[in-house]
């Protein structure tokens, strides 16, 4: 008596046993973590800068590279065509990177239209590259009253959108224009300490996943598609 195929809906000629050899076995890169840090304000005096700033620093002294995007002059969504200056510097930024801060006030519980509108400039694909998949990424926000969390949960949710690896950790600053001296460095507080776990964890993440998140982004569906893709074209030009 013949078995049933226990799984009549797999192609399985595409269908891979996730094997944790090929996470060990990736050759480790030497060069430091490449952190891009995005800030949703463009007040003077912009909070959620400073503290995209505090992290940044933090970042160095953990052996990172950083680079700040400023946001201003950045045009909004269709708003300009994609080879607006800003627009290629900030897309250049997303390749170059290997993990993302993104810091945004909140604003009538929600991100900033700032933060959101340089999200959206970022493509889920250019050509073949994905400039975010597999990427590591911790999410910030200030707050102008309490303590709030819906800007970093929205965040979240595009993190997951954009396909990258959004660490565990936050970092939610209530009342942030008492957190911060005349110098705009942050005071020492149980916010700066949540600061550096954040950044920590952020660094110990990339470390951990720049090397295998090819493998860790490869996916069932993906690869059936595309071979689906090239008999197509395939066909198609035997049937020309």
Known sequence: MNTPDPLPAVAPEHFQVPDPARLASAVRSTHPPRILLLYGSLRERSFSRLL???AARLLQAMGAETRIFNPAGLPLPDGAPDTHPKVQELRSLAQWCEGMVWSSPERHGAMTG?????????PLSAGAVRPTQGKTLAVMQVCGGSQSFNAVNQMRVLGRWMRMITIPNQSSVAKAFQEFGPDDRMKPSSYHDRLVDV???LVKFTWLTRDVSPYLVDRYSERKESAEELASRVNLTRSV
Do not use: F, L, R
Not at 114 to 122: E, F, L, N, S, Y
């Open 52 to 54: 995209a700033e505090e």
């Open 114 to 122: 700032v933060m959101k509108a340089q999200i959206d400039w970022i």
């Open 199 to 201: 950044m920590e964890e």
